[in-house]
C-alpha cells in the first residue's frame, strides 16, 4: 500500500467535486435509469437517479442489518466473558490467558485480506457475498458454541483446546464478516442509500451488543456458572449468531448483488489498487486510529467503574448501556445530518462529540455519578454516529475504486478494513494497560480490586477520557485527502470507463506500460 497516487500508470486522485480528474475512466451503465448524458450536470444526474431508484425496500434494510446479530455478538461476548472463563473457571494462568484471547485476532489481521480476495472471485447463482452470509456464519455459530464445551476439564489441556477453538472461530468469523461488510458497495449504487443501509446495521449492531453484553452473562449465572452455565451461555450466543447469519442470508436475497467483475490476479496487484485508492486510505488510518480510542474506552470500564465512581456492581453495566445505548435512538438523526452536511462532515462532527463528552469526563472525580452518566451518554452519541459515517463512507471508496480501475473488488478492501479495524481494536486495550502500568497500578488476586496509588487512580482516569479523546479528535486531521462527495461519485460511475490496468504489479504489467499498451 505505498504506491503514491501520481506513480505511472494511475490517474490522480484530485479533482474538484462533480469532476472527474483527468485521465480517469469512468464506467457506464447504459441500461440505468438515470445515466449521466451528454451535457447533464453531475446535480442533475443525482436527481434523476433518484428517480429512478428510490431506494432499496425496508426488508433488504433490515434482512442486511441482521448480519450485525453475528458481529456484535462475537465482537461483545469474548472480550467480556473469554478472560474470565480461562483463569477463574478453567484454571488457565493469566498471563497465558491474555495471549490465548489476543493471538487469534492478530490472526484476524493476516485471514481478513484473504476472505476477502476469496469472495470477490466466487461465483454462484447466489451472488458473490451470500454464501458466505450463510455458511460461514452457521460455522461460525457451531465454533462458538465448541469454545466453551470444555470436553478436557480443566487445566492446561482445556487452555489449549479454547485457543485452538478460538482461532477456528475467529477463521470462520472472517469468512463472514467480510463479505457482510463488502455487500453495501453492491447492493446500491446510490450515495445516500449507503447512509441508511448503515444505519440500520449499526442501529441493530447497537442492539445486539447490549442483548449479546447484558444477557450472556445472565445466561451463564441463570445455568449454575462454572463450565455448565458457560456451555449454556455458549448456545446462546450460537443461537444468536445463526439467527443473525440466516436472517441476513434470507433477507437481502432480492437485493441486486452487483454486477460480476474482473478481479486483479494477485493478492499483491490486489494491495497496490487499494494503495492507490487515495480517499480509502484516508479513511482506513483514520477509522484504526479511532478504533483504538473507542477500544481504549471499553477496556477502561470496569476500572473506571471500580476507581472513579466506586461502584463495582452496577456501574460497569450502566457504563456500557450508557455507551451503546445512544445508537438505538440517535441513528435517523445522524441520517439526516449526512444526508444534510455530507458523510465526511458527518464523520467529523461525530468524532468531535466523541472527544468532547472524553474531555469534560476528565472531571468525573468532582461530578455526580448522574452527571458523569450523561456525559457516557453523550460518548455514546458520537459514537453512534462515528461508525454510522465511516461504515457509510466506506462502499463510497469501493465505488470509487470500482470507476477507477473497472474491476469489482470490493473484498479486498473490506478485507484491509476489518484487519485494520481488529488492529484498532485489539491496540486499545494494549495502550490501556501500557498506562496503568506506567501510573503503577496494584494488580489483585481476590476478585475485587486492590487499594490503589493516587497514581494509580490518575491513570485509570486519563486512560479512559483524555487519551482516547485525543485519538479520536487528531485521527480526523487524517482525513484530509478524502474528497469522495456526491456528486463526485455520480459523475465517475456514470461516465464511460476504461479499466487502470496500471494497477497491476509485476513483470507483465510493466512491460506493457513500457509499449503503451494496455494489458487484455
Wanted: hydrophobic letters at 50%; one cysteine or more; a positive charge.
Amino acid at each position: 500500500m505505498s504506491a503514491s497516487p501520481g506513480a505511472a500508470g494511475s490517474p490522480p486522485d484530485a479533482g474538484p467535486p462533480g469532476e472527474a480528474p483527468a485521465g480517469l475512466p469512468r464506467r457506464v451503465h447504459a441500461d440505468r435509469p438515470g445515466a449521466a448524458r451528454p451535457g447533464s450536470s453531475p446535480e442533475a444526474t443525482t436527481g434523476a437517479s433518484r428517480a429512478a431508484h428510490p431506494g432499496l425496500p425496508r426488508k433488504v434494510h433490515a434482512g442486511y442489518a441482521l448480519g450485525s446479530l453475528a458481529t456484535g455478538a462475537f465482537g461483545t461476548v469474548p472480550g467480556l466473558l473469554l478472560l474470565p472463563y480461562l483463569t477463574d473457571t478453567l484454571g488457565v494462568a493469566a498471563g497465558v490467558a491474555a495471549l490465548l484471547v489476543l493471538l487469534p485476532k492478530a490472526w484476524d489481521v493476516l485471514v481478513n485480506p484473504v476472505a476477502g480476495r476469496i469472495s470477490d472471485r466466487t461465483r454462484s447463482r447466489w451472488g458473490a457475498r451470500r454464501p458466505y452470509l450463510l455458511f460461514g456464519g452457521l460455522a461460525l455459530a457451531v465454533l462458538f458454541g465448541s469454545i466453551f464445551a470444555a470436553p478436557f476439564g480443566t487445566g492446561p489441556a482445556a487452555g489449549a483446546y479454547v485457543a485452538i477453538a478460538f482461532l477456528a472461530t475467529a477463521t470462520a468469523f472472517a469468512f463472514f464478516q467480510v463479505p457482510y461488510v463488502a455487500m453495501p458497495a453492491e447492493l446500491t449504487d446510490d450515495y445516500a442509500e449507503r447512509t441508511r443501509l448503515m444505519t440500520w446495521r449499526v442501529a441493530v449492531l447497537a442492539l445486539a451488543i447490549l442483548v449479546a453484553g447484558a444477557v450472556a452473562p445472565l445466561v451463564r449465572d441463570a445455568g449454575g456458572g462454572a463450565v455448565p452455565g458457560h456451555r449454556w451461555m455458549g448456545l446462546f450466543v450460537a443461537a444468536l449468531i445463526a439467527l443473525g447469519a440466516v436472517g441476513a442470508f434470507l433477507g437481502t436475497r432480492s437485493a441486486p448483488q452487483g454486477a460480476i467483475g474482473e478481479s486483479e490476479p494477485s493478492l499483491r496487484a490486489q494491495l497496490a489498487v487499494a494503495g492507490r485508492n487515495r480517499p480509502f486510505r484516508a479513511l482506513l488510518l483514520c477509522f484504526v486510529v479511532q478504533s483504538a480510542g473507542v477500544a481504549t474506552i471499553l477496556a477502561g470500564v470496569q476500572y473506571f467503574a471500580d476507581q472513579v465512581l466506586r461502584d463495582s456492581t452496577t456501574g460497569p453495566t450502566l457504563l456500557f448501556v450508557c455507551f451503546v445505548g445512544p445508537a438505538l435512538v440517535v441513528m435517523p438523526i445522524w441520517s439526516r445530518v449526512g444526508a444534510r452536511l455530507g458523510k465526511l462532515a458527518g464523520l467529523v462532527a461525530a468524532s468531535l462529540i466523541l472527544a468532547a463528552g472524553g474531555l469534560a469526563l476528565i472531571a468525573a472525580p468532582v461530578l455526580p455519578a448522574a452527571v458523569i452518566y450523561l456525559l457516557v451518554a453523550l460518548i455514546g452519541v458520537g459514537y453512534a454516529g462515528q461508525q454510522v459515517f465511516a461504515m457509510a463512507m466506506l462502499p463510497d471508496c469501493i465505488a470509487y475504486d470500482t470507476a477507477r480501475t473497472g474491476r469489482r473488488q470490493a473484498g479486498v478492501f473490506t478485507g484491509l478494513w476489518t484487519a485494520g479495524e481488529t488492529f484498532g481494536l485489539a491496540l486499545g486495550p494494549g495502550i490501556y494497560g501500557l498506562v496503568l502500568a506506567v501510573t503503577g497500578y496494584v494488580s489483585s488476586t481476590t476478585g475485587t480490586a486492590a487499594p490503589q496509588p493516587d497514581t494509580a487512580r490518575l491513570g485509570v482516569l486519563l486512560g479512559f477520557t483524555l487519551l482516547p479523546a485525543l485519538l479520536i479528535a487528531l485521527a480526523t486531521l487524517l482525513l484530509r485527502p478524502y474528497n469522495l462527495t456526491e456528486a463526485r461519485l455520480t459523475a465517475l460511475t456514470t461516465r464511460p470507463a476504461t479499466a487502470d490496468h496500471g494497477v497491476v504489479v509485476g513483470a507483465r504489467a510493466a512491460n506493457h506500460h513500457e509499449k503503451g499498451t494496455t494489458s487484455p
